[in-house]
């Protein structure tokens, strides 16, 4: 398929933490915090009262907030200045970064297109070359902005590679806007399309294109406020955006995400519609038809399905009906409901992400959350099993029916990301690409384990650290999880972890329920009133650790993302004992009121709402990180991560959790929190801002456990 989140208070709270920091080289044992205020908010759910004191930080817009940002942000970059070798991280940061990094290229219209950072560009760079000719940028995102904070959040092309037209983010929101080129001279073509959001661009010929979008919130900020209902347009070039035609969605059909895209030979227009990030409907119009109607393929939310080729009007969908790990069926156009589908590829034990190019299916399976790739042609028939150089993950594996190549990465935690060339007819592949980063992979290690979860379910770790340390629990680790939403956690290289591994650390990654490494079950084993399963399973996961001599409970640290932020909040609130450091990032934290804000109520299929039921009321508010944390613990030294341009998670969930655990913390260990200002949920986040945040992050991990940094 085609392109288918007052002065003086301040000044009398931060001079004395200024005074103290400049003469100490080891952590504070007394934090003095800005002050925080507590107002009189309570909600009654089901006849229970819970109070929301904080709930004034939810304003993203006042000048209140705007005044605990900064106050905030000053007592974090106080502590972190005064970590003497935090300027050595950074500065090895920058050496190890300092590489060109390369993406996968691409045909459109008799170009190769790829992307490519010369080391410590803000934003990689988007190069087009023929073939013989010299490179040339096409276009440049660093250029986008003074500051280097907008990034190109998406590019399409049309089929014969003549139109483009890709989306801008700014400030990291995940609203973005859409500019239209003709590729011959990059000349602007029309008005700048504004307002789109969740939206991928699909063309259909030459004349137009489709996108989706939401109306601008009403109540709140447009980065707080709710998002309802997408909608699905189709803007005909040289037309202005108020006369875009509404082909789906909208009031008459009320869905919260909507995507659209055309087969390769665009006979076919698909819609996705979805209430939830799980479950979709399925929808395909005829476009060769004369006025063709919207016809259902899928008429409900219960599975995921897509359709990822055809031939003719033979539709080739990958769908998880009747089989939770996936396959791959057949069906005819004129009658594609479920009842007529045909099966061709089977679902196994192992989980499927099925792609096509060259016209052939590529079946890239999970296998114990590492990759396994099977190469068949469109009958179903098995040709090649793609031999990779190791455990760990591939992808890329997509290109146009025509092509005799094409090209695929492959990376895991010891083995820097490489891009290789794969002949389609022969099955051979070929490094076209090789990582410059300076990382001797015979150096590491890099092994999977399987441990007990609190029920006795078996769930994978893989654990990677310098070969020759010594196992006695004094090697600073990092636990990292997500366990939600279908994600799957598969083994990728990061420059980052070099730091923590040069200085005998050691990076665990457990692959938690809730995820998706072993298909539906897995996912639904930690989905609503499951949700403690992959809390059991991240909490078993740091017992393991510490039992197998890793490390010990001072050495360890925990750390996630998003729904990974939240994993943290939620078991360093139920387990504060077993965690030295915490690193909640862009958390969702307020498990009562996530889904009032932006898109959050998509988010429901996996965390239910507060409103759903006493029960479900009951078990939100017990593990909620917000409401889980209690006055005279003491909890881990903890840094606290967000972005004032977070629309996806809004920065509200962490401020109100900073501002809790600041009150209820009753050890020695620092509560910080650290705002990025113009940044956003992570994507299109420019190298600069990287560097600061991974130096501030491995510098407040080994000052606090005390360990001592070697240049």
Not at 50 to 69: F, G, H
Not at 105 to 131: A, C, D, I, M
Request: overall charge neutral; aromatic content about 12%; glycine content about 10%.
């Amino acid at each position: 398929m085609k392109n288918s989140g007052k002065g003086l208070i301040f000044l009398a709270v931060m001079l004395p933490f200024l005074a103290e920091a400049q003469l100490s080289n080891t952590p504070k044992k007394t934090m003095i915090y800005p002050e925080t205020k507590k107002e009189n908010v309570k909600d009654t759910y089901f006849g229970t009262t819970v109070a929301d004191p904080y709930r004034w930080l939810e304003d993203d817009r006042s000048a209140e907030t705007k005044l605990w940002v900064e106050a905030q942000n000053a007592v974090t970059k106080a502590y972190l200045a005064q970590i003497p070798y935090r300027n050595d991280i950074k500065e090895r940061l920058k050496k190890l970064m300092n590489y060109e990094r390369y993406s996968q290229p691409f045909k459109e219209g008799g170009y190769t297109y790829y992307y490519k950072n010369t080391g410590l560009q803000n934003q990689s760079v988007l190069y087009r070359q023929k073939e013989g000719g010299e490179p040339e940028v096409f276009l440049d995102p660093n250029t986008f902005s003074k500051d280097a904070t907008s990034s190109m959040a998406g590019i399409s092309f049309s089929k014969d590679g003549s139109m483009v037209a890709y989306q801008i983010s700014e400030g990291g929101s995940d609203w973005t806007k859409v500019i239209v080129l003709k590729a011959s001279d990059k000349s602007v073509v029309g008005e700048t399309i504004t307002d789109v959001k969740f939206s991928g661009i699909a063309w259909q010929g030459n004349t137009g294109f489709y996108y989706s979008s939401y109306d601008k919130p009403v109540e709140g900020s447009q980065l707080s406020g709710l998002t309802q209902y997408h909608k699905l347009f189709f803007h005909q070039l040289g037309t202005p955006q108020k006369d875009d035609q509404m082909i789906f969605g909208g009031d008459k059909t009320p869905r919260r995400y909507i995507g659209a895209g055309l087969t390769e030979d665009e006979g076919y227009l698909i819609i996705s519609a979805a209430n939830s990030t799980s479950g979709n409907e399925l929808y395909i119009k005829d476009l060769t038809a004369k006025n063709g109607a919207i016809v259902p393929v899928v008429s409900n939310f219960e599975k995921n399905n897509n359709i990822i080729d055809n031939i003719g009007s033979k539709l080739f969908i990958y769908t998880n009906l009747n089989a939770p790990n996936g396959r791959v069926v057949t069906v005819d156009a004129a009658n594609p409901g479920v009842e007529n589908w045909k099966e061709l590829i089977k679902e196994t034990e192992n989980v499927l992400s099925p792609s096509t190019g060259g016209g052939k299916l590529f079946a890239n399976y999970i296998k114990d959350a590492v990759s396994m790739v099977l190469q068949y042609d469109m009958n179903g028939k098995k040709e090649h099993e793609i031999k990779l150089p190791g455990i760990g993950t591939a992808g890329g594996f997509g290109s146009k029916k025509e092509d005799k190549e094409l090209y695929y990465t492959f990376t895991s935690y010891v083995y820097p990301s490489t891009i290789f060339k794969y002949t389609i007819a022969t099955g051979k592949s070929e490094v076209y690409k090789k990582s410059g980063v300076d990382f001797d992979p015979a150096n590491y290690e890099s092994k999977q384990v399987f441990y007990p979860s609190k029920d006795g379910t078996k769930v994978p770790m893989i654990i990677t650290y310098k070969k020759g340390i010594v196992l006695n629990g004094k090697n600073p680790t990092v636990l990292y999880g997500y366990g939600g939403f279908n994600v799957s956690l598969t083994p990728a290289f990061s420059t980052a972890n070099i730091v923590l591994m040069e200085q005998g650390g050691i990076y665990a990654v457990a692959n938690l329920r809730g995820g998706g490494e072993y298909g539906e079950k897995w996912h639904l084993a930690g989905t609503k009133l499951q949700k403690q399963n992959v809390f059991d399973d991240f909490i078993a996961a740091g017992e393991f650790l510490i039992a197998n001599k890793y490390t010990s409970k001072d050495y360890l640290a925990s750390m996630g993302g998003s729904n990974g932020g939240l994993l943290v909040g939620a078991t360093m609130a139920q387990r504060p004992d077993l965690f030295k450091v915490a690193f909640p990032a862009v958390g969702v934290m307020d498990m009562l009121r996530y889904h009032k804000f932006t898109a959050g109520a998509g988010w429901s299929y996996d965390y239910g709402t507060a409103e759903d039921s006493k029960e479900m009321f009951e078990y939100l508010h017990k593990y909620s990180p917000v409401h889980a944390l209690r006055p005279g613990v003491k909890y881990p030294a903890t840094l606290i991560s967000t972005a004032d341009h977070d629309d996806r998670v809004v920065p509200a969930h962490s401020f109100k959790f900073a501002a809790t655990l600041q009150e209820d913390q009753a050890g020695d260990a620092p509560v910080l929190i650290s705002i990025q200002t113009n940044a956003g949920h992570g994507a299109g986040k420019p190298t600069d801002k990287a560097i600061e945040e991974i130096a501030d992050r491995w510098a407040f991990l080994f000052y606090n456990m005390g360990v001592n940094y070697k240049k």
